[in-house]
Structure formats: C-alpha cells, structure tokens
C-alpha cells in the first residue's frame, strides 16, 4: 500500500510535471504554431528573444519606422509593407547566415527592419503622445489586417525610404541587382522637411574615411596632394553611380556609408582645405519613398495606390 502510495505520488509529480511543460505559456508551445502567426525578434537592448503575435509586432515595426503624425493612408502603407517584409522572411525559413539564431528578426533597421514596444513607445512619445499615437498606428495595422504585397503571386522585397527627392531608383542602380517591381517612378509630392542638405568635411577627415589612412593631419595631406573627386558615372535617374577621389574608383554608395551623407543624389565643391557635399532626399531611394508617400496620402491617394505607385506591377492582396 505504501509502495502503491509513494507510486502514486511519483504518478502524480509526473503528470504535473508535464503539465508544466505543455503550459501555454512556455515559449516552446509557440514554435509548433502555424508559420507567420507569431514573429520572434531579438531584442539588442536586452539580448532575449520576445515572441509576438504577427499584428502586434507589425505595430511596433510601423510606429519606429514612420512618424504617427503621417497621414493614416500612408502609415497603412507602412504597415502593409511592413507585413511583407516579415512574412516574406519567416516563409523562406529565415536569412542566410541569421546573426541572431532562434529569432526572425531583430529590432535594428540596419539588420531588417526597426520595432519598438510599448514600453519603448510610451518612454518615446510620452504617456499622452503614446494614447494618441498608439491607437492611430494600431487603426493602421487593424484595417490592413492579413494584407500583403505580391508580385507574380510572390511576397515581395518591400525595401523603403525616408526620401528619394523627387524621383526614385532602380533598384539595379543601387544594388547591382534588378528586380522587376523595383523601377524608378516620379515622386511628385515629396514633401521631405530638408530635402537638400549640405555636409563640411576637411580634406584629411575625406580621405581618412575614404582610405582609412591611420593618423592623416589636414596639413600633411593637402600638403602632400591635396583631394581631387570627379564623378566617372551616374544612373538613369542622375544619382552618383561612381565617384574617382585621387585616382581611385569608388561605388557612390560607399562613399554616401563612408561619410554618412543622406543619399548619393550627390555634388560636391573643393575649396580649400574644406570639402563640401550637397544631398537631395534621404535614404538610397529603392522602393517605398516614406515622405512621398504622405504627400501622396494628402493628395488623397489611399494605401493600395500609394503602394502600387512605388512598387511596379504589384498585387495588394490578403494573405
Ligand atoms: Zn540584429
Ligand atoms: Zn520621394
């Protein structure tokens, strides 16, 4: 009888046991649900992984990437291009060599796409901004519910911009790889706040960044040889395509990462010992251009126009 009882008792802690194990709450349960339900993003703040519902996480993709006081027809395009992205990811089996194994995506834009939480949001927007903002970008997300961007019946790459100044890119001309729906297109109510910026570098600082020459002084330098920049090539659409600095050839998208300038919609003077580069837009002008996307929501262009604008020959359907 004892033996019965102690029996039971192991019986029992097993059961519980298992029990515990199959808590929905377990992170584990999550896995074994239907692909493209839940989204799990690393966080690099804290280093843990943190599975969302799809909708959920769409929300705080929208809210960090877009400003909450951009019209609702352009935060809906968001939103849908946002979906995109994601799903496109999870559907594929994740990225190649993913820097973030056990997760989808991670919150830094530079790795995918920005996502903030609501805890993030409130600290972003403060407690009355993050009531009237919260609820605008989930009324996006909510009316755009289970909606992506195909092409040929596949997701697309939903790559966007802040600005492209007034006419996009191939993506061809950026990338070196053509992609049927991401051909340049006007932009004709781009409404980028600064849309020309200016950048002041010495000579030294152009050719330290350029050819990460350790300890070059701004009197050595220009004493030596000074800085001659020519541009060798543009694209289609006049960006920079290539730029010779010192007889040495650069891809103009190096050269925009190398100095951190906003786009290579690019010109340039020399004068003396300063080099200073003009900017037209914000971003590498592939795809969604954010800025154009509100004009166009202001000139009452709703989500599936605005979309079906920047992205050529594409469907806006439910997934
Ligand atoms: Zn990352
Ligand atoms: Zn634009």
């Known amino acids: 009888m004892r033996i019965l009882t102690g029996l039971g008792l192991l019986l029992a802690a097993l059961v519980i046991g298992v029990g515990l194990e199959l808590n929905p709450r377990v992170k584990e349960r999550v896995e074994i649900r239907p692909a493209g339900e839940y989204v799990r993003v690393y966080r690099h703040a804290t280093g843990e992984v943190e599975v969302l519902p799809l909708e959920e996480y769409v929300v705080g993709v929208v809210a960090a990437e877009m400003p909450a006081l951009f019209p609702l027809e352009a935060l809906k395009a968001q939103a849908v291009a946002a979906r995109t992205y994601i799903l496109r990811r999870i559907l594929a089996g994740g990225v190649s060599n993913n820097p973030h194994p056990g997760a989808d995506i991670c919150d830094d834009p530079r790795h995918g796409q920005a996502y903030l939480s609501r805890v993030e949001l409130k600290r972003k927007w403060g407690v009355l901004g993050y009531y009237r903002h919260y609820f605008k970008v989930r009324q996006a997300v909510r009316e755009t519910a289970g909606f992506v961007i195909t092409y040929n019946g596949q997701l697309i790459d939903p790559v966007y911009h802040a600005s492209c100044g007034g006419r996009t890119e191939n993506a061809g001309d950026v990338w070196q790889v ?17 849309v020309v910026e200016t950048r002041s570098f010495s000579v030294a ?10 300890g070059v002084t701004a009197a050595t330098s220009s004493a030596n040889k000074g800085l001659r920049i020519t541009l060798a090539d543009k694209t289609a659409t006049g960006r920079a395509r290539e ?6 050839s650069f891809p103009a998208t190096l050269v925009r990462e190398r100095l951190n300038l906003k786009s290579t919609r690019l010109t340039w003077t020399i004068n003396g010992d300063r080099v200073t580069f003009t900017t037209v837009g914000h971003g590498h002008g592939v795809g969604l251009c954010q800025y154009g996307a509100k004009g166009m929501a202001e000139h009452g262009y709703d989500f599936r126009q605005i979309l079906k604008h920047y992205f050529t020959g594409v469907k806006i359907v439910r997934y």
């Open 178 to 194: 053509d992609v049927p729906y991401l051909k340049s297109v006007p932009c004709p109510y781009d409404c980028y706040p600064k």
């Open 243 to 248: 730029i010779v600095v010192n007889g040495r």
């Open 205 to 214: 600082e152009v050719q330290k960044a350029l050819f990460l020459v350790q």
